[in-house]
């Protein structure tokens, strides 16, 4: 075992020292790390067409570097970038089950969805993804810190069988209070908030897996499918399945901002 990890660590340091020896192989990737940082505090503050052009930025340096190898890189690459956000949700307080589901998911994704000859466009996919994720976990910054609390526990545990009544109990707290006070802060009532995030949420599973949409539908604990199709269409315009098929369909956000804007 020993002469193994010798052999292994004797092989990375001559392949480190080959790569140094052919320096000028690396012209102009001294901005990478650079664009690196940029792109991560684009992704991390939700600016998602700045963070598309640095990821670009990014592929460009490294098809320069590596020619035809570069989609073999890019893949790669992109698992890298995946398990960077994942660690930044960590730090703002996801839980360690969903981050590490959140790097699973875009590991999947990255093995099983992106098509060569397609991979600039799954690079902005990618990006649309680690945004929307990322804006969903946002600590909101309303003024009564039960609302905010309430926002972070449905993100948490959208896919259990939440009610007004089982959060309510979960706070301590009357159902009447609550849904006076979130009505008050967010805009929406809490029963309309819960049915935003699980739409928000079943987009993901529409896009990029293959569950069937009654499946999806039990998921999130809509009555029935019909129902799920409904409430659907309410908010992003078309059904699951018109979603599902038709790609160039953008996916529903709902304005937290403009509501804390609004109620603050």
Known sequence: MQLHQH?????????????????NDYEGMEDFFALETKLIFEIYHLEAAKAKKSLHSIIDLLTVRFGKKVIKVVRSYFKTLSSIVARKLLDNQVPAKKAFAFSVACDD???????????????????DFFVNFIADRKQPMFKHQTVNKVIMYINDELEQNLTVESIAANFQIS???????????????????????RVEE??????????????????????????F???????????PKHFRDELHHKFYRFDMNEHMYDHA
């Open 7 to 23: 052999s292994m660590a004797e092989a990375i340091s001559k392949r480190y020292f080959q790569e140094i020896d052919s320096m």
């Open 109 to 127: 994704m990255i093995d099983n969805q992106m098509r060569d000859a397609e991979f600039l466009q799954f690079a902005d996919d990618l990006i």
């Open 175 to 197: 159902t009447s209070h609550l849904s006076r006070i979130f009505r008050e802060h967010v805009g929406i009532t809490l029963v309309e908030y819960l049915n935003v995030r």
């Open 202 to 227: 079943s987009q993901y599973y529409l896009r990029h897996t293959n569950k069937s949409i009654t499946s999806i539908s039990t998921q999130f604990h809509f009555c029935n499918q019909s129902y």
């Open 229 to 239: 199709t409904r409430i659907f269409k309410k908010y992003t315009g078309v059904t």
